[in-house]
């Protein structure tokens, strides 16, 4: 089955496309949900409610070639985790009028693996881990940031600038920092 077939499959409800499509992108939507939650089955019911959301909406989704369906799903994840983070109290971002910098080893995370960093970022408090993610691994800005999470942009960069220093400390404990 091609993703365009299961597409028009799911805009009509048809369960052997979205059976297709789940266990074609469930993987990958897990370690979406994995980089904002830490628990496990917190994060597969948050993944479970976005293909449910996603199913429910296909008739709205306009198929653009090879790698939209992945992004649209991607984005309805990132959403869900927030209002779960959000629900549940966990989305604690202290508001702060500057952001400081934190000078680093830049090459540091070019020498470790996805894993490694996983790690790393999920040892992070949730408000650092949650910028940081839709910071440097979704890719928005920080206005973005600041919308989607009701802070203002300086909060937004501060807590990335927060969550970088602590990456770097975690590095530095673990040998993969290495000074200038």
Known sequence: MTEQKAIEG???QD?????????????????????????L????????NGFYNFFKAADRFIYNGQGSIGAWLKKIMV???????????????????KAA???GDDGALDRMNANELLQLIMTLPEGYRTV?????VEGYGHKEIAGLLGITEGTSKSQLNKARGAIQILM???????ER
């Open 10 to 12: 799911c805009k009509k």
């Open 15 to 39: 369960r052997i496309s979205q059976k297709y499509l789940f266990d074609t992108y469930s993987d990958g939507m897990l370690m979406v949900c994995m980089r904002y939650v830490k628990h």
């Open 41 to 48: 089955p917190d994060a597969e019911e948050i993944m479970l």
């Open 79 to 97: 959403n869900e985790c927030l209002m779960f983070l959000r629900k549940k109290g966990r989305l604690q971002l202290t508001a702060e009028a």
């Open 101 to 103: 910098d934190i000078a």
């Open 132 to 136: 940081f993610n839709l910071f440097a």
């Open 172 to 178: 530095k404990e673990k040998g993969i920092y290495h």
